[in-house]
């Protein structure tokens, strides 16, 4: 079974830093693209960034560029976004996803909660 | 606002079809595959479609994706009240170079 567990969300305020893990299981992880999607309380879906198989390109949406960092651990079967210079916008549920745009978002993690506030 | 257009809502009885648009341009749905997600309520989402009208294993027939220019459609036939969800629409956008999610689409079944 794919499985994609998230961990690492939470309450920060804003200035701060997150880093967010997703465990995988039930694949062969160094094979596929990993992105992370997040979603604005009551708001819509938003790709926030894609990492390639062998990690040498990283894609990311506007307006995470630069504070944002995706990566990846094939020896752990897992993906992190590091989150620095959090913004209040950036507040919601962050999902780990199996895949990109491509081939589609095949598998989803349970989401992990950010909550950026003072 | 989403590069992706979608409709907010939709709404049929029970046992009809429904249909779901997704409008983008020659950046995006116009050079590149689309892809469909199904949200239930407090739930993560789910792929319906990939590549504008293939479905994975496990998604039934009842499910159907098709796309022309820059515009992609979701059909929904026979519908249930499980089927009640937010569906969203996706492509990559070789302008921005990113991603796209459409703005969602809340399907109810009457």
């Known amino acids: 079974e794919v499985k994609l567990v998230e961990s690492g969300g939470g309450l920060v305020q804003p200035g701060g830093s997150l880093r967010l893990s997703c465990g995988a299981s039930?694949?062969?992880?160094?094979?596929?693209?990993m992105s992370w999607v997040r979603q604005a309380p009551g708001k819509g879906l938003e790709y926030v960034a894609i990492?390639?198989?062998?990690?040498?390109?990283?894609y990311y949406v506007a307006s995470v560029t630069g504070r944002f960092t995706i990566s990846r651990d094939d020896a752990k079967n897992s993906v992190y976004l590091q989150m620095n210079t959090l913004k209040v916008e950036d507040t919601g549920t962050y999902y780990c996803?199996?895949?990109?745009?491509?081939?589609?978002?095949?598998?989803w993690g349970q989401g992990t909660l950010v909550t950026v506030s003072s | 606002q989403s590069v992706l257009t979608q409709p907010p809502s939709v709404s049929a009885a029970a046992g009809q079809k429904v249909t779901i648009s997704c409008s983008g341009s020659?950046?995006?749905?116009?050079?590149?595959?689309v892809s469909w997600y199904q949200q239930l309520p407090g739930t993560a989402p789910k792929l319906l479609i990939f590549?504008?009208?293939q479905r994975p294993s496990g998604i039934p027939d009842r499910f159907s994706g098709s796309k022309s220019g820059t515009s992609a459609t979701l059909a929904i036939t026979g519908l249930q009240t499980g089927d009640e969800a937010d569906y969203y629409c996706?492509?990559?956008?070789?302008?921005?170079?990113?991603?796209?999610f459409g703005g969602g689409t809340k399907l109810t079944v009457l």
């Open positions: 039930g694949f062969a992880f160094s094979n596929f693209y």
């Open positions: 590549q504008d009208d």
């Open positions: 996803a199996r895949g990109r745009f491509l081939t589609g978002f095949d598998a």
């Open positions: 996706g492509a990559w956008d070789r302008a921005l170079s990113g991603g796209l």
């Open positions: 020659n950046s995006n749905i116009g050079r590149d595959y």
């Open positions: 990492i390639e198989e062998d990690g040498s390109h990283q």
